[in-house]
């Protein structure tokens, strides 16, 4: 079964044209970086006010563990059947499954946004307000920068699970390389279904790399302990 495994994803001819993996491979990263920036869109903001003011800790305790235990594939056929009638062409099958993305992505990054902001040191606030600063500027030079670890962390976690949940696209004939393995099942061709399996773990590795060097670069050294011991 390996060498089979092995012989399938070997095959140039698996990754030329509108249905190889290189197509497929495109397709999956936009549904996934589509669904990922709407959700940071929502998310960060909403995380940032809760965890300035204070307000609304009920909704994130809530709302996040509600939506992390919808089943994504129930949503999908109920966002499906309440979206699609309202639209039409290609739309009616990308809106319902974007929408699970969103849904999806949205809980560990306003988690992180949230945590982030509430576990900046006090002191640090008041040095701020005490310089002069207002609710905003503390909020834009001293939480944000300080929350940015566990913004990053958050999304990093959205982004994984986005892209393992993006096959189900291919459940409303949408493409991706969801597409291997709904195909691979309808035609019991089991090479291609762990090849699809496959191709989609090692795009979350690549990508949660991708992520981590950009946490690194980003983040200040003072916040993650790369200063270093200063020798006296």
């Not at 290189?22 to 589509?34: I, N, S």
Request: proline share 5%; charged share 10%.
């Amino acid at each position: 079964m390996i060498n089979r495994i092995i012989a399938w994803l070997a095959d140039v001819a698996h990754w030329q044209g509108d249905d190889g993996i290189l197509r497929r491979l495109v397709e999956h990263m936009e549904y996934a970086t589509t669904a990922l920036v709407i959700a940071a869109l929502i998310a960060i903001p909403l995380g940032l006010y809760i965890g300035h003011t204070g307000k609304g800790r009920f909704l994130v305790v809530n709302a996040v563990g509600a939506a992390r235990a919808i089943p994504s594939l129930g949503l999908l056929y109920l966002a499906f059947f309440w979206l699609a009638p309202r639209l039409s062409g290609e739309v009616a099958f990308l809106a319902p499954a974007g929408l699970v993305l969103v849904v999806l992505a949205i809980p560990p990054i306003l988690s992180g946004a949230y945590a982030g902001v509430e576990g900046v040191e006090p002191a640090a606030r008041d040095a701020a307000v005490g310089m002069g600063m207002r609710g905003t500027e503390v909020m834009r030079h001293v939480e944000l920068p300080c929350a940015l670890p566990l913004i990053l962390s958050g999304i990093r976690s959205a982004m994984l699970q986005v892209i393992a949940t993006a096959t189900i696209a291919a459940v409303l004939g949408l493409g991706g390389l969801g597409r291997f393995l709904i195909d691979g099942l309808a035609s019991q061709d089991f090479p291609q279904t762990a090849s699809g399996a496959i191709l989609v773990a090692v795009l979350a590795l690549a990508v949660d790399m991708a992520f981590a060097l950009v946490q690194r670069s980003v983040v200040s050294p003072g916040l993650t302990g790369r200063y270093g011991k200063v020798s006296l």
